[in-house]
């Protein structure tokens, strides 16, 4: 007996229409053998629920990250939604235990295959967009997705400005950049600063941010622009 009631606590929310909660569950491969099933596939659920999530989590990276470039903002989103790490959520739910899978797929190991734990995890965010909402569902997602963020603050960006340019210089000249302030302006609680990169007495780069940080972020992607 499946414990739709069990699920529904995990995620901290109960549907006004359970069908919609069902069909995020059933796989193509058990309509192929049961066409006569009361329900569609998940698919269409998971297409909505796919564009919810890039939505929600491109918009909290937006705020969360003030100092980021798009392309980093880019990369922490695709990093954050991508289907191995989907399958993970999914898999701390136990979400494989609810599919409808067809015989073949069950054989196969579907219920623990990364793509299926993907594709319905975006089918139940999009059944809970139909059911809840948008703030409901925005709040499920952000819940879910609260782990995953802490690593991402927690390791910062693998490969920013900073990190490809000490690569590089280090490789070259066996030196460090070494980042100087050069000016901060402005109000406490609205400063800029104005930061260059040096090595060996030369600057590579300047940059400015409204913290050191960020100028010093900032003036790593001039250098390595710099450089072409």
Not at 8 to 23: I, M, N, R, V, W
Not at 150 to 167: F, I, P, Y
């Amino acid at each position: 007996m499946v414990d739709w009631s069990g699920l529904q606590a995990k995620l901290g929310l109960s549907f006004s229409d359970p069908a919609l909660l069902h069909q995020a569950f059933v796989h193509r491969s058990y309509l192929n053998e049961n066409p006569d099933f009361r329900l569609g596939s998940n698919e269409r659920l998971e297409f909505l629920g796919d564009a919810f999530l890039g939505l929600v989590v491109a918009e909290f990276l937006f705020r969360e990250f003030p100092d980021l470039s798009e392309g980093e903002l880019t990369k922490l989103r695709s990093d954050l939604v991508r289907q191995d790490s989907l399958a993970r959520l999914a898999s701390v739910l136990g979400l494989g235990e609810y599919l409808y899978l067809g015989q073949g797929e069950e054989r196969g190991g579907g219920r623990r295959r990364s793509r299926n734990m993907a594709c319905t995890l975006e089918a139940l965010v999009g059944a809970v967009f139909m059911d809840q909402g948008f703030e409901v569902t925005k709040d499920l997602v952000l819940r879910l997705f609260s782990g995953s963020v802490a690593e991402v603050r927690e390791r910062g960006l693998a490969s920013d400005h900073k990190s490809r340019l000490q690569e590089i210089i280090q490789a070259e000249r066996q030196e460090r950049p070494a980042y100087r302030l050069v000016e901060a302006a402005g109000p406490d609680h609205d400063k800029t600063f104005w930061v260059e990169v040096v090595v060996g007495g030369e600057v590579l780069g300047r940059g400015s941010g409204k913290s050191k940080q960020a100028a010093e972020k900032d003036a790593a992607r001039h250098a390595l622009e710099k450089r072409g």
